[in-house]
């Protein structure tokens, strides 16, 4: 039964380039959220997803930042013209929902650093 | 504009002993509490939570205890482990389900031998 799986773990990007991370839920988990992570910080929420739907991105940044959760697939966290404020490490949990607390499980994480 | 802070980033345990971390919140509409135990390279695993209708909350070596007048909870892990050394995340939510979970900076407890 594998858990929330995200890749890839380490990327690097350039300045100015886009940067693409992908996390699969654990199975018969509908539910993905993605947090950011800044060097000696907690988390910050930045959006949750439904499969095809958006519920709640009051956490992404209103520019460059974009997330998708295909029918089909696993959720993509996107950011366009990567900057160096970028770098961080990017944690992506699934829940299962229908449940009055439907715990969070969170995936590896994947290390973005731009240079 | 930090809603839930830990003002202590590390903390230093012998092992056997208790271990007490401590959290503070702003926002009065928190309802649910949660700890979460990370350790380097892997996500945050869920320790324990405390809805905010009760007080305490105990999971075997485990115990949460919420102050709401005070704004105020704290993990109690007792006794302590070697294998409790990681970072532990104090997080705060608005409603039960929890999805928009609201993290503190966290606090590094070292259990010594």
């Known amino acids: 039964n594998a858990g929330v799986m995200q890749n890839p773990r380490h990327l690097v990007r350039r300045r100015g380039q886009e940067a693409r991370l992908r996390c699969s839920p654990m199975k018969g988990h509908s539910h993905v959220y993605w947090y950011r992570q800044l060097p000696e910080e907690g988390l910050k929420f930045m959006v949750y997803?439904?499969?095809?739907?958006?519920?709640?991105e009051s956490g992404m940044p209103k520019e460059r930042f974009s997330a998708e959760f295909p029918k089909e697939g696993p959720s993509i966290l996107r950011i366009q013209q990567v900057v160096r404020g970028d770098s961080a490490a990017y944690f992506c949990?699934?829940?299962?929902?229908?449940?009055?607390?439907?715990?969070?499980?969170f995936g590896p994480g994947t290390r973005l650093t731009v240079t | 504009d930090q809603q839930v802070k830990q003002n202590s980033p590390s903390l230093s345990v012998q092992e056997g002993r208790i271990s007490i971390l401590n959290c503070d919140y702003t926002n009065s509409m928190f309802d649910y509490f949660l700890w979460y135990k990370k350790y380097p390279a892997e996500g945050p695993t869920f320790l324990i939570s405390?809805?905010?209708?009760?007080d305490k909350n105990e999971d075997g070596r485990f115990t949460v205890f919420l102050n709401k007048s005070a704004k105020h909870l704290s993990l109690h892990i007792v006794p302590s482990q070697p294998g409790d050394s990681a970072v532990y995340f104090c997080?705060?939510?608005?409603?039960?389900?929890?999805?928009?979970?609201?993290f503190g900076s966290g606090t590094r407890l070292s259990i010594r031998p």
């Open positions: 997803l439904q499969k095809e739907n958006i519920i709640d």
């Open positions: 405390i809805s905010s209708i009760k």
């Open positions: 997080a705060a939510s608005e409603d039960s389900s929890a999805s928009k979970i609201i």
């Open positions: 949990a699934s829940s299962q929902r229908g449940r009055e607390y439907d715990e969070q499980y």
